[in-house]
């Protein structure tokens, strides 16, 4: 999302000001209408609640008239919930037919010996995730691990080319479909929680261990998928298990124009976490400087464009907080990358984390010019051999 300009969207991450997301129905007058509103509805409950504690109430009637009301809630809720089961078929059937080697490359890539696959694993709360790996050839030394968590709206198909150089430099290659997105449970560009992203992240980790026992691991996160990853590493139980973490545009500054905004999100988060404010999506903003780059992202039907939901809103001012409150607690080894140009995260912000962060191991790389989606922009290849740099680095350590 833009910062600046009137009509904006939420692209594969977080903004630096996502009152653009509210603009279309928070001007600063609607606002003190809507604290208005809400202070009306709390009495106007408060008065029907005491009005059906009467004694001279009808019980056999308003039991009649509740059975009503519930069974016509249970069929709304049902429908709702049948949509959401035949999208979230209809997406993974779609994501099970983006290609997992590039179409150049296509026809010799047995004679190269990298493998691939997808899978389905359950979730923390047994939902279902969508997977995808990358492998270096049968008998070569797998290096490390490097598990890739996408960005907001985005999906893990879309790390094709970025896998294809991990693994031609001896990496697997794990990427996950968060909650509500790509070929995953839940509904399309809805998230609950980026906690939740946290929680089935450790699955797949679990899976991982199991699978690679003794292979260095990496988290690498795009966007809001970079301060997912932030915030996970901050838990000893995962630190412990990495070798270090990759953040590429993370979304590490989040915070409302207005503080009117921060505090009514947390009430519309409760009260209509799915409501999307329409208008708020007319126009995107570019994040890569290479057109056709855009073009595939845009025209991907696994690529979230609606508008934003309000409690995944909510979810990224309140990872945002967290982490501007716990950047000094920061110790885990990280590679920081971040375009100057980029209009959607805050480069600055990334420059925060690397002056305040206790790491002993960190980097920080600025890219003159460059957007926000780094690992698509036309010098992708360069920010790769970046990436895999800083990794090798790492493991030279270890091996000290």
Request: glycine residues 10%.
């Amino acid at each position: 999302m833009e910062v600046g300009g009137d009509e904006m969207m939420m692209t594969s991450g977080a903004t630096g000001r996502i009152v653009p997301v509210f603009r279309s129905v928070l001007s600063r007058r609607t606002l003190l209408r809507v604290a208005v509103a809400l202070h009306s509805l709390f009495l106007w409950l408060v008065l029907l609640v005491g009005r059906r504690r009467r004694p001279d109430a009808s019980p056999a009637g308003a039991a009649d008239a509740g059975m009503g009301k519930a069974g016509r809630s249970r069929s709304r809720r049902s429908r709702r919930a049948l949509a959401e089961e035949e999208d979230v078929r209809r997406r993974r059937a779609l994501a099970e037919e983006v290609p997992m080697v590039e179409e150049d490359e296509a026809d010799g890539k047995e004679d190269a010996g990298r493998r691939w696959a997808t899978f389905v694993i359950p979730g923390a709360r047994r939902n279902a995730l969508f997977c995808r790996v990358w492998t270096p050839a049968a008998g070569t030394e797998m290096r490390g691990i490097l598990v890739i968590i996408h960005g907001l709206n985005e999906h893990s198909g879309r790390y094709l080319h970025f896998a294809e150089q991990l693994t031609s430099c001896g990496f697997g290659v794990y990427a996950m479909d968060w909650i509500g997105h790509g070929g995953s449970d839940g509904l399309h560009g809805y998230v609950p929680s980026l906690d939740y992203v946290i929680e089935d992240m450790e699955v797949l980790l679990d899976k991982i261990m199991l699978d690679s026992p003794g292979v260095p691991c990496f988290l690498l996160g795009h966007s809001t998928g970079g301060a997912v990853v932030l915030k996970a590493s901050l838990y000893a139980h995962i630190r412990t298990r990495l070798e270090g973490i990759i953040l590429t545009s993370p979304a590490v500054r989040v915070k409302p124009a207005h503080p009117i905004v921060g505090a009514v999100a947390p009430i519309f988060s409760l009260i209509a976490p799915k409501f999307q404010f329409k208008g708020a999506n007319k126009r995107g903003i570019p994040v890569s400087r290479d057109p056709a780059a855009l073009l595939a992202k845009y025209s991907d039907p696994l690529v979230y464009t609606g508008p934003i939901r309000v409690r995944t809103g909510h979810e990224i001012l309140r990872i945002s907080s967290y982490l501007l409150h716990n950047l000094q607690k920061v110790t885990v080894p990280f590679m920081v990358l971040h375009g100057t140009a980029d209009r959607v995260t805050d480069p600055l912000a990334s420059q925060d984390l690397f002056h305040e962060a206790a790491s002993r191991h960190k980097d920080l790389r600025l890219y003159e010019g460059f957007l926000h989606d780094l690992l698509f922009e036309p010098e992708r290849d360069d920010v790769a051999a970046d990436i895999i740099g800083w990794m090798d680095r790492m493991l030279g350590r270890q091996a000290v």
